[in-house]
């Protein structure tokens, strides 16, 4: 009975570890692309505007699909993702990582492009 009991609370316990955030697979859009002066938006445009079209897709076993279109230039990529509390980590084949945030059913990524900080808003469609 031991034994069960806690065969038991190992797998809702890994359950709990591997769970995805609610609201999160799905297609996400990317909106706008906000340039950063430390955390106050300086500047924003559309992503239409700029002229690149970026999208994910999660789906619930861990796998996503990220496609980005720039200047006509369409590339599509298989990805894995993880969830480590508000951050999602995707990685592509090689296994290069990516850091996006999650809160709130929002998704965003930071980066640092020629000195300017940029954050980049996805919307799930």
Not at 61 to 84: F, M, Q, W
Not at 107 to 120: A, P
């Amino acid at each position: 009975m031991k034994k069960i009991f806690l065969l038991v609370v190992f797998a809702v316990f890994g359950l709990v570890l591997n769970a995805q955030p609610t609201g999160l697979v799905g297609k996400w859009k990317c909106t706008t692309m906000d340039i950063l002066n430390g955390d106050e938006v300086a500047m924003s445009i559309s992503c239409d505007q700029a002229g690149m079209k970026m999208a994910f897709t999660f789906n619930a076993d861990g796998t996503a699909l990220g496609v980005v279109d720039v200047s006509g230039e369409n590339n599509a990529e298989n990805l894995t993702y993880k969830v480590e509390g508000n951050t999602i980590i995707m990685a592509d084949t090689e296994g290069e990582e990516q850091s996006f945030s999650y809160t709130d059913g929002k998704l965003w990524i930071d980066m640092v492009e020629d000195g300017m900080k940029i954050r980049v808003n996805f919307k799930k469609e």
